[in-house]
């Protein structure tokens, strides 16, 4: 059996025992990890991955030239989490729910440049979003940014709950090579206007 077929398969199990925490059936393409990936350099720093699967978003990061020890990958699957660490054993691999990243603390050796999820936020209740979102954005530096795909039409995180939270969302790009068809959004802080002083 291939390195390939076994991801799929790892990948389907999980998704029929947990269909709501796993974003798909099959693992994302190379194209959807190039794009998701497409902003991010050996210069960003260190970066948090959230459901990261099988490791396809992994492997772009470390194809962009982001070190292995520079990775963070946050995965609540225990097959995966697993599989993970005998994969990239640089990396810091942490168990754990996504929504509890505001409860752990990391020890980097660079500022947390970018997040890059791989979770199905569409199928998530509005109050873990914000759990996942206030997380991230807390352990990332001010010009930081959390990198989201999705299959729908639109942006996953509707815009009250972006201008709830002061964030922004950037239409980045679709891919039609990806099964089925993904788009990435560039999630950031929104710039503070500034306050006008009267004379």
């Known amino acids: 059996m291939t390195s390939k077929t076994a991801d799929a398969l790892l990948f389907f199990r999980a998704w029929l025992s947990a269909p709501f925490q796993v974003a798909s059936v099959t693992p994302s393409g190379r194209a ?3 794009l998701m990936t497409s902003e991010i350099s050996a210069d960003t720093g260190t970066v948090i991955e959230l459901g990261p699967g099988t490791g396809v978003f992994t492997e772009a990061l470390l194809n962009r030239g982001v070190r292995e020890s520079d990775l963070i990958l946050v995965e609540y699957g225990v097959d995966f989490a697993r599989e993970l660490a005998m994969r990239f054993p640089a990396a810091t691999t942490l168990q754990i729910d996504a929504a509890q990243l505001r409860k752990i603390e ?3 050796s660079a500022p947390i440049g970018a997040v890059v999820s791989g979770l199905p936020l569409l199928s998530m209740p509005v109050r873990k979003v914000i759990a996942i979102l206030e997380g991230a ?8 940014a959390f990198y989201q795909f999705t299959y729908g039409p639109r942006c996953p995180i509707p815009r009250p709950l972006l201008d709830r939270l002061g964030l922004k969302a950037t239409f980045m790009g679709r891919t039609l090579a990806n099964v089925p068809p993904a788009a990435v959004y560039r999630i950031s802080r929104r710039r503070r206007r500034p306050s006008l002083v009267a004379t």
């Open 106 to 108: 990391l020890q980097t």
């Open 137 to 144: 954005f807390s352990l990332l530096r001010h010009d930081g």
């Open 32 to 34: 959807l990890a190039s």
